[in-house]
């Protein structure tokens, strides 16, 4: 298995691990939605072993390119690769991935829909709209897309993932942390997981389990940036909550679309 640097972002310092059966990319390294996977011998979830090599070509440049951070030149390969195979669903999808890369979120949901058979749904393009909702602020339109996905693959954890976190996003961070408990629980969870759960522990306050969860993968140092956050943002929360007491006072610190990148299940 391939490995990302773990993030040095002070707020979320979190080990990306390559999960190739997810979104429609590996490791997430930029805003947004964004995630790249580069290194050889990686095929696309999305590319079957029927598919013409030069799709399979196609998008494997388009990642490594992505993970180089060369987002308009893997969107111009997988353009010009439509160009000769329109039909093919793998690189529909790997287009709508490098879409969203770029920020081009409305191009990309348009694009995963060309890439959606009804005959044959796949819970990878349903995972991967479910994101791009979220990163537009859609997150009730994105819960339901996870739903569909999940009837696809029960108990799947890179959709189980997504869907903590568009909980959190929705300020439901106890629906998020029983969610994400879900995902971590299976035998596939990955360090990535593990870590978006503490995180949301730590939203709700919970920082002693939290910082249990972050030493399983992180090192002293990331842990201790992260923990360091975390009371920051209690704190900033508890300021708030004593400024507007008609409000919830133990209202936890909130999660927004701009975390996403380093946090998405990909």
Do not use: H
């Amino acid at each position: 298995m391939y490995r990302c640097r773990v993030s040095r972002s002070p707020r979320l310092s979190l080990l990306v691990a390559v999960a190739a059966s997810a979104l429609l990319a590996g490791c997430a390294t930029g805003p947004a939605t964004t995630g790249s996977t580069g290194g050889r011998g990686f095929t696309s979830p999305f590319a079957s072993k029927k598919e013409d090599p030069s799709v399979q070509a196609a998008i494997a440049q388009s990642r490594s390119l992505r993970a180089a951070g060369q987002k308009d030149q893997a969107i111009a390969v997988l353009s010009k690769a439509l160009a000769r195979n329109s039909g093919s669903s793998a690189l529909q999808a790997a287009y709508g991935r490098a879409l969203a890369d770029a920020g081009r979120n409305d191009e990309a949901l348009a694009a995963l829909a060309k890439a959606d058979d009804p005959k044959r749904p796949d819970w990878r393009i349903l995972n991967s709209e479910g994101a791009i909702l979220d990163q537009l602020g859609r997150m009730d339109q994105a819960q339901k897309v996870y739903a569909q996905a999940l009837q696809l693959a029960p108990e799947e954890p890179t959709i189980l993932s997504n869907l903590g976190l568009s909980q959190a996003l929705s300020k439901r961070p106890a629906d998020a942390e029983q969610t994400l408990r879900r995902a971590v629980a299976s035998p596939r969870a990955t360090a990535k997981m593990r870590q978006n759960l503490a995180l949301v522990l730590a939203l709700q306050g919970k920082l002693g389990e939290a910082e249990t969860l972050a030493k399983q993968d992180l090192p002293p140092k990331e842990v201790a940036e992260n923990l360091r956050y975390w009371k920051q943002a209690a704190t900033a929360q508890r300021s708030k909550a004593a400024a507007a007491p008609t409000k919830a006072a133990a209202a936890p610190a909130e999660l927004n679309t701009a975390d996403l990148g380093e946090l998405r299940s990909n």
